[in-house]
């Protein structure tokens, strides 16, 4: 991506684009891309082509560092996820070169983190549901609700020790300028420093030193293994935010043991397979951008060494006050770098209006389990690197292209077509651009959303896109406008099933009532617990409304990825009651009757919204596409989907005109 230069490299976040040394390496920045494990690794345990050309990109993105997460140490005990990267793995040394040289060729050092399950190398973790070790090994005996867990012999802990070492002196050997040990987020060094979960007896339990020690000579093993100035970072926690785990306080002591032994450490948090933590440690859009900074600028008061932040960072700004304030010395971003790579060299020469917002919906997560590759909702070439290093030929001809609807598809569609050449003309029927975005948007914690309305529509603008508001593309219009190629975009429309009293006047459509709150009364019942009325009760609830919802299926958002349901659902249950295996019989003046377990009962509100779904307006699409030689049909119109179906659509589909 060429990025256009509206100012010198760092003029406008001095501290953020400032150098750095760490160790025997100089940062060109203060960025380092934190580590991420998307599963694009073989059954082998090595790096795909896909994988690396994931890592280049960041690193072409103008990141300082760049961090693979998670490469497993021992992998006959650690290997906590289906497929992970396994530094013990027989002939893994060439893809670990090849990344390396990759990430180096692009103009960033390569790092890689080290890491062991513990006991969720043998079992079922968030990360994977199979159990690849024979046995869980953690610092006691204990039962979880996986499995069983064994005590770690001590023969064992020395072993993985000295795993630590190799996997260390390998990665330098292959060419990575840093490594990265992971003592936080619930894995194995965490859980022998928990006092709840080490319950031993040896020099590896009992007080806070003997339940660090294991830590400790890992990290002076990877120390022997690496020399005196290859840098070293650890990973910690601030706040494991557990009854089993550390405190702030006990992380600043931990934080001290370390002070000097390590030449960057990283604050981080929580657990990893606590659902409701997980959306802390990789913080919800129901967490401000930055919760997690505290915890560094607290244990930097306390240590030497310089420490990096975490916390779904995404704006420059913030990034520049965070370190221009002492709070931190360097920031990570994970999400963000997947949203947009390009995110240090935009801010770096002042385009920082374009860097494309992460929206913190976990579709990057659930790829990984789902798909064992990484997508994501904003960024179309998330995942697809590799084929996009081959451009796509230049069209033949230059032609006169229609793009019908200007939500998310039709706006990435007509940046995509206009950016090859194309005389290009977005027609959109109401007002302003945006489409579906404007209802999903509009609760409070959605302000993700409303800046990438913001930025899609600044791409149209740039790319020289001729906008048409007010006006319905109908069959005539196409006829009229006799475009070359024709993209249909014109979205979904909501589903108003055949309920009794449903077209009550006491009734809102669930986009309009997003849209226009002034309409909406004080108690209402929201017809539909998918994610559209799921979300809709959080952001009504939290405007003051006393919310319902009923809902046919067992659970409230059953459709939405487990990572992200596991931060909405804590809200969800605050904002509203939930009455599920519930059918609506009728709207009824004074509220909704219902049926559950074949008994009927009234729920009492003001107002009900409709929030029961969407459907693709097929008549109206064939209508326009009959009319066209070339159509391509995107977004919600072709199959109603998420952000991600939308722009991934728009995207891909403009590269075939």
Not at 30 to 47: E, K, Q, W, Y
Not at 364 to 381: H, I, Q, R, S
Not at 532 to 555: D, L, T, Y
């Amino acid at each position: 991506m060429e990025i256009k230069k509206k100012c010198r490299y760092g003029e406008k976040f001095p501290h953020l684009f400032s150098p750095i040394r760490i160790g025997n390496i100089r940062m060109k920045n203060r960025i380092i891309c934190a580590p991420t494990s998307p599963s694009m690794i073989d059954l082998n345990g090595h790096f795909t082509p896909e994988m690396i050309a994931y890592l280049e990109e960041k690193a072409k993105g103008g990141a300082g560092v760049v961090t693979y997460g998670e490469a497993i140490v021992h992998s006959a005990t650690g290997k906590s996820h289906n497929k992970q990267l396994q530094l013990d793995a027989f002939g893994v040394r060439q893809g670990m070169t090849e990344a390396a040289r990759a990430i180096h060729n692009a103009g960033a050092y390569a790092n890689i983190q080290l890491s062991h399950g513990g006991m969720y190398g043998g079992l079922a973790s968030v990360g994977g549901d199979v159990d690849t070790c024979k046995v869980a090994y953690g610092p006691s005996h204990m039962q979880m609700p996986a499995g069983e867990v064994q005590e770690m012999p001590r023969e064992l802990i020395y072993e993985i020790i000295e795993s630590y070492k190799k996997a260390a002196k390998l990665c330098k050997e292959t060419g990575f300028d840093m490594v990265q040990v992971h003592a936080a987020h619930g894995w194995l060094f965490s859980q022998f420093l928990s006092p709840v979960w080490n319950r031993r007896t040896d020099e590896f339990g009992g007080s806070f030193e003997n339940r660090a020690r294991f830590f400790l000579l890992a990290l002076d093993a990877v120390r022997e293994g690496v020399g005196p100035h290859f840098p070293i970072e650890a990973r910690i926690s601030g706040d494991d935010f557990s009854e089993i785990g550390l405190n702030l306080e006990d992380c600043t002591r931990l934080a001290k043991m370390i002070d000097g032994r390590v030449d960057l450490i990283n604050v981080s948090c929580g657990n990893h397979e606590d659902p409701a933590m997980f959306c802390r440690t990789h913080p919800s859009a129901f967490f401000p951008r930055g919760v997690n900074v505290y915890l560094a600028a607290e244990i930097k008061r306390h240590v030497k060494t310089p420490v990096a932040c975490v916390g779904s960072l995404n704006d420059p700004a913030q990034m520049e006050e965070i370190l221009a304030s002492g709070q931190a010395d360097v920031v990570e971003l994970g999400r963000a770098s997947l949203a947009d790579p390009y995110l240090p060299d935009k801010a770096a020469y002042g385009c920082e209006e374009d860097i494309t917002p992460c929206l913190r919906c976990y579709e990057c997560f659930g790829a990984t389990g789902e798909l064992e590759m990484v997508k994501c909702a904003v960024n179309p070439v998330m995942g697809e690197q590799l084929a996009d290093r081959f451009a796509k030929s230049a069209p033949k001809q230059r032609k006169k292209v229609l793009v019908a609807g200007g939500g998310p598809a039709g706006m990435e569609a007509a940046i995509t077509a206009a950016k090859r050449g194309h005389d290009v003309t977005l027609v959109e029927k109401t007002d302003r651009l945006g489409g579906n975005l404007h209802p999903a948007g509009a609760a409070y914690f959605k302000e993700d959303i409303r800046k990438l309305i913001t930025v899609l529509e600044n791409r149209v603008k740039e790319a020289g896109v001729k906008v048409e508001f007010h006006t319905e593309v109908t069959p005539e219009y196409v006829k009229a406008f006799a475009p070359d190629a024709l993209f249909v975009a014109i979205g979904s429309r909501e589903l108003r099933p055949p309920i009794k009293g449903l077209d009550g006047e006491h009734v809102v459509m669930a986009v309009d009532a997003e849209l226009h709150p002034e309409k909406l009364g004080q108690k209402l019942i929201i017809l539909g617990g998918g994610l559209v009325g799921a979300e809709g009760a959080v952001g009504f609830a939290h405007e003051g409304k006393e919310c319902v919802i009923v809902e046919m299926k067992p659970e409230i958002a059953m459709e939405v990825n487990s990572f992200y349901r596991g931060g909405l659902m804590p809200q969800v249950e605050k904002a509203a009651v939930c009455h599920v295996n519930t059918k609506v019989k009728e709207v009824l003046p004074e509220g909704v009757l219902c049926k559950r377990d074949g008994k009927e009962f009234v729920i009492a509100g003001d107002t009900v919204v409709c929030a029961l779904g969407f459907a693709s307006p097929y008549d109206k699409v064939d209508a326009l596409a009959d009319l066209v030689d070339e159509y391509h049909i995107i977004g919600d119109c072709r199959k109603v989907g998420k952000i991600y179906d939308a722009v991934n659509n728009g995207y891909y589909s403009a590269l075939l005109v």
